[in-house]
């Protein structure tokens, strides 16, 4: 990507100069409030959302949980605790890699995966035939009535059956530290290229960093225009909040919509302020672009409805998989995004290689958190790992590393859109499951492959959020912690640690008290059938390769292809590429018109008032994002107290 994009201004903080650190960051204080800000999210995430059954707090790739307590530590307790601001950043970065972990991103998934597979077997459904004797035992629990009481809840007296879980679990934690270390290291890899080099903008780490400038935040926190912003998401959400309490106390609708092209296709009105306050921070030619590819996605699909041109591929639910042709050609330009950044930084890769294998004394690492040498061999690792576990658990042994690379791909290409897009809602066009499976064909996985295919569903389908985003933000804050960076690495995989064991323990604990079926519908239901419904469909009709996705998977990379070309060589060009790949996806749909008023608004402000303007109105927006995410936890911790449930006044 260009260096220098249209929109950035001088003086924002991304462009300002690096000042050295005061003092030490990785202290005992810092690591351990960093593990207990990590544990507490670890155990709130999940009650949260199934139990309380609120706003989401750790959905997203916004942490909106690690941000409100952020929020409270800098402004309320640093007052007592008089941590320093190196100290902050690391409490930060460790509760970010932790809320990648309890929900959406690998727990709650997990265990109701594994399980489901058995409970919701039918004689309707035949997975008994199907799935279940190409299943390795020891990839699931074995005790029928300890999956029963998972789903239905435990009888009096009952605790957590712990020794049916512990070995399963054990096994599959073996590939989720496998799949973090890789993510870790492609970032650590990848760090100096995405910060110094091409200068992405990170507009989600923004808000922390002006909590923790130089003057204690003072600027920040005592600033009127900031709060005028804090309170508009506030009164919204207190109005809606109250309305589940008070029925005449009327709500204020968000949300609206209106058929287009006959009825075909639903333009969706959405108000997310924090995605506005994002939006606000990032280049015009990025937002744009944003909002420009979800409108024309919207337009193919309606003027393909109305043609009644239509594939008869079935990709799952992920992604942009409502129409095949669409997200063929965004998972195109996802690959074309990742493969084209590695080829414009083949150089310095080069010299990532040559001071792994050969210790070049010219490529210095000194400043990095793992060395290239430890981050080359971590990754490789990792991956072998990764794929014999694959292999183990079903897949061919072309098929293991294969669905690998293609999920890093995604992962990888999905980080670059958050970094440098501030989508902090977003998930990719397809997944390496169904790519995979489009583009060689059930018929040659086998059933035990298919049923392989499924079980990545846990780690590499729902991925709205993952360790390598928050990885990937916490090396860009890492800048203001000094150059000895190495500690940071044992920080994060604590913090990723307490993360994995605290909320496998909660989900349990609730699922066995009050019964998953009573706790949340999606994570106990549509999220364990997907996978296998989707396996048993390929299975009961088996398929081979669709030569159509191969097709449009080449014409999404070659537009990519275009548009990047088009970007680095034609300094007038006006179309960032960065919303091509994402531009089907569902969430757009709800996100256009939130990125869209930001856009319009920072258009008008730089037209009219300048970059002073700019500065002057920024911390509105900065003030929408910290409002959002304050209300909605305060409204959980009113419903915990109060036993209210389904209050939620915050979802993207």
Known sequence: MAAVALGALPGTPQQTSLHSPSGAP??????????????????????????????????????PGALFLFFLLAALFNRILRLRREELLVVYIMMIAASAIPTMGLSEHLLTIISGVQYYASP????????????????????????????EGAPKGHGVPWGVWLGPLACWLVLALALYLVMIATMVILRRQWVDQERLLYPIIQVPLEMVQQDGGRTFFRNPVMWAGFALPVLASTLNGLHAYFNFIPALQLVSSIPILRNTVNLEFRLSFPMIGFSYLINLDIAFSLWFFNTVAKLLRGGLNILGISSTEKLGIYGAASEPVLAHQGQGAMI?????????ARDYLRGVLRKAFKGDPQVDDSGEMLSYRAAV?????????????????????????????????????????????????????????????????????????????????????????????????????????????????????????????????????????????????????????????????????????????????????????????????LSWWPLHPIGYPIGAVWLMDALWFSIFLAWLIKLAVLKYGGPQLYRATRPFFLGMIVGQFAVAATWLIIDYFTGMTDNVVFWI
């Open 124 to 151: 309707e459904n035949d997975w008994s035939q199907l799935i279940h004797p190409f299943i390795p035992a020891w990839m699931v629990p074995q005790d029928p009535e300890a999956i029963k009481w998972f789903f």
């Open 377 to 569: 061999f971590t990754w490789i690792g990792g991956v072998l790992v990764l794929s014999v576990w694959l292999w183990l658990s079903g897949l061919p042994f072309w098929a293991a590393p294969l669905t690998v690379l293609t999920a890093l791909l995604t992962f990888v290409g999905l980080t670059r859109v958050v970094c440098e897009g501030g989508v902090a809602t977003a998930v990719g066009p397809m997944i390496a499951s169904s790519t995979i499976v489009s583009a060689f064909g059930s018929q040659v996985l086998g059933p035990a492959g298919m049923v392989g295919m499924a079980f990545t569903y846990v780690w590499a389908a729902d991925i709205r959020t993952f360790v390598m985003a928050s990885c990937a933000h916490g090396l860009k804050l890492s800048e203001h912690l000094g150059r000895r960076l190495r500690p940071l690495f044992w920080a994060l995989l604590l913090a990723i640690l307490i993360s994995l064991v605290a909320s496998l323990a909660t989900i349990l604990h609730l699922a066995y008290t009050y019964g998953g079926i009573n706790l949340n519908g999606w994570f106990f239901d549509g999220g364990p059938k997907a996978p296998f419904e989707y396996a048993a469909a390929k299975l009961n009709s088996p398929v081979g390769p669709d030569w159509t996705g191969w097709v449009h998977t080449l014409v999404g990379g070659g537009i990519m292809a275009l548009l990047m070309l088009a970007r680095h060589q």
């Open 26 to 63: 990785f202290t005992f204080r810092s690591l351990g409030l960093g593990a207990f800000f990590s544990l507490c999210i670890a155990i709130g995430d999940p009650y949260g959302n199934m139990v309380i059954r609120g706003s989401y707090m750790g959905l997203d790739f916004g942490t």
């Open 336 to 344: 074309m995004l990742v493969l084209f950044g590695l080829w414009i």
